[in-house]
């Protein structure tokens, strides 16, 4: 590899059964990394995802498949699938009812533009002072998830680990409610390269609890 990539290894689509950071960043010529997962988190998540990559948006994906190389490997049913990270998930118990959240989109894919869709997209108060925002969509595969405000991201800006994978998937993500409310606009943003974009905006004007 590259030198001074970092590494980790994941379960697809957000690292809910296992989520490896290492220490370790590449070195110049042939290296050797070796990491241990649990066979039942490793059968649950059907899938790992090694991962190669910079503080920017370069990576290099290798994928594990469970299937391939455990025998009689069982798989998750698309309905059971982890919505999110540790990290992108605050702790706090829902408060009064969801709601649908007011969207638009800019389809702005390369490839795979006719399967885009957000099938739904709904956002829940938490008691810990956060929002709570659900969103079920169908994307080309191995795309990356970032949200931000426009245009700077100074009050919200997340990267996570999560990869999209074929079919339709749940992706969940908290923020904080101070930060939702300075912000002008929201973009959840899905991409590969940076003509391979799909927007979702959203504004608290139109979303804010109460």
């Known amino acids: 590899m590259p030198e001074r990539l970092y590494i980790s290894v994941f379960d697809p689509p957000n690292g809910d059964n296992f989520m490896l950071v290492s220490n370790t960043i590449t070195m110049p010529g042939k290296?050797?990394?070796?990491f241990d997962l649990k066979t039942e988190d490793f059968l649950k998540a059907g899938m790992a995802v090694l991962n190669f990559y910079s503080e920017g948006t370069s990576h290099y994906l290798v994928i594990i498949r469970a299937s391939d190389n455990l025998a009689a490997a069982e798989t998750v049913p698309a309905e059971e699938e982890p919505a999110a990270k540790k990290e992108d998930r605050a702790e706090g118990n829902p408060v009064g009812d969801p709601k649908d959240v007011v969207f638009s989109t800019s389809n702005e894919l390369s490839e795979g533009k006719d399967i885009a869709e957000i099938h739904s997209f709904r956002m829940q108060e938490l008691d810990n002072g956060s929002l709570r925002f659900t969103v079920e969509y169908t994307m080309p595969e191995r795309l990356y998830i970032s949200i931000f405000d426009s245009?700077?991201?100074?009050?919200?800006?997340?990267v996570s680990n999560a990869i999209t994978v074929p079919?339709?998937?749940?992706?969940?993500?908290?923020?904080?409610?101070?930060?939702f409310a300075r912000s002008?606009?929201?973009?959840?943003?899905?991409?590969?390269?940076?003509?391979?974009?799909f927007f979702?905006?959203?504004s608290p004007t139109d979303n804010l609890p109460g």
């Open 167 to 179: 079919g339709k998937s749940v992706f969940t993500f908290d923020l904080d409610a101070g930060a």
């Open 200 to 202: 979702v905006f959203f």
């Open 31 to 34: 290296s050797t990394f070796t």
């Open 184 to 197: 002008g606009l929201v973009v959840l943003n899905f991409y590969g390269e940076d003509t391979n974009r």
């Open 151 to 158: 245009p700077n991201g100074d009050n919200i800006h997340l």
